[in-house]
Nanobody, 121 residues
């Protein structure tokens, strides 16, 4: 069983930055693909970014390319999401997700509880 705990959400003005963190309880964390998925009010889950375990290749949704950066520190069992140039449409609950497969949009087997990101205009 893998437990994921996110932190770092909050309220920021448009154009600002936030950094999210997700700590995993997984053994062999380095063998999991880690991802960030968000859900805005009244909308479905939306893939944001993922980083494969095999070669560390990052993948991004078109809507966040050039603004968001996913990174991971396998020694700390932690994955990060640096979000710059935030827009009001980035407002959502951001979830950390993990899976042993090489996937981008999912499905993911393990999910965190989510952290709220609100971007004001």
């Amino acid at each position: 069983q893998v437990q994921l705990v996110e932190s770092g959400g909050g309220l920021v003005q448009a154009g600002g930055s936030l950094s999210l963190s997700c700590v995993a309880s997984a053994r062999a964390f380095s063998s999991y693909t880690m991802a960030w998925v968000r859900q805005a009010p009244g909308k479905d889950h939306e893939f944001v970014a993922a980083k494969w375990w095999s070669d560390g290749t990052p993948y991004y949704a078109d809507s966040v390319k050039g603004r968001f950066t996913i990174s991971r520190d396998n020694a700390k069992n932690t994955v990060y999401l640096q979000m710059n140039s935030l827009k009001p449409e980035d407002t959502a609950v951001y979830y950390c997700a993990a899976d042993r497969g090489l996937t981008t949009t999912g499905p993911y087997k393990y999910w965190g509880q989510g952290t709220q990101v609100t971007v004001s205009s």
